[in-house]
């Protein structure tokens, strides 16, 4: 089992920044990669990054060059730097976690939201 608390949300006009972090505890040794999704009202959840233990990182087109995912083990806690924050950045963001011990079984947080006003 894997436990993901995020924290970081809020309320942020365009232009501006936020940083997301989200905590993991449980089967820690397990979780590869770690990543953070998102939804917007009455759209589907959408990878934004995701980051492997080697550091390996991927991101959504839409936010290369202003999302920043980072990852501290000792810390058991995966980071999201927003920059450039636009309006259509708004969503619940969740973290998530694949256990390779379950064939990546998919381990979510309950979301943070995020809301950017123009």
């Known amino acids: 089992q894997v436990q993901l608390v995020e924290s970081g949300g809020g309320l942020v006009q365009a232009g501006g920044s936020l940083r997301l972090s989200c905590a993991a505890s449980?089967?820690?040794?397990?979780?590869?990669?770690m990543g953070w999704y998102r939804q917007a009202p009455g759209k589907q959840r959408d990878m934004v990054a995701t980051?492997?233990?080697?550091?390996?990182?991927n991101y959504a087109d839409s936010v290369k060059g202003r999302f920043t995912i980072s990852r501290d083990n000792a810390k058991n806690t995966v980071y999201l730097q927003m920059n450039s924050l636009k309006p259509e950045d708004t969503a619940v963001y969740y973290c998530?976690?694949?256990?390779?011990?379950?064939?990546?079984?998919?381990?979510w947080g309950k979301g943070t939201p995020v809301t950017v006003s123009s």
């Open positions: 998530n976690a694949k256990n390779i011990l379950e064939r990546l079984k998919d381990y």
């Open positions: 980051i492997t233990s080697s550091g390996s990182t």
């Open positions: 449980g089967s820690i040794f397990s979780i590869n990669p």
